[in-house]
Nanobody, 119 residues
């Protein structure tokens, strides 16, 4: 099992910045290197959950078009933590943000953290 704990959500003004953190742990978990990928997804009211950004074990990154150039995903391997740096957020970025980890054919999700961007 892999447990994911998100933090860092809250209220931010449009054009500001916010950083989300996702710390991974678990009984069979040793390092985020053992995971195929970790990523951030979001779900706004009335909408489907969508990918924001992810990072593979080898370090390659993938971003949704809507956040390219504004958000950055990165990791601290020593802390088994993945971050999402949100710069210049927009009101349409308001959503519950979820951390996801993939390992083999399994997917693990965090509990989610609310991000609200005020205009």
């Amino acid at each position: 099992q892999v447990q994911l704990v998100e933090s860092g959500g809250g209220l931010v003004q449009a054009g500001g910045s916010l950083r989300l953190s996702c710390a991974a742990s678990g009984s069979i978990f040793r390092s985020i290197f053992s995971l195929n990928a970790m990523g951030w997804y979001r779900q706004a009211p009335g909408k489907q959950r969508e990918l924001v950004a992810d990072i593979a074990s080898g370090g390659s990154r993938n971003y949704a078009d809507s956040v390219k150039g504004r958000f950055t995903i990165y990791r601290d391997i020593a802390k088994n933590t993945v971050y999402l740096q949100m710069n210049r957020p927009k009101p349409e970025d308001t959503a519950v943000y979820y951390c996801k980890a993939s390992r083999g054919g399994d997917a693990y999700w965090g509990q989610g953290t609310q991000v609200t961007v005020s205009s």
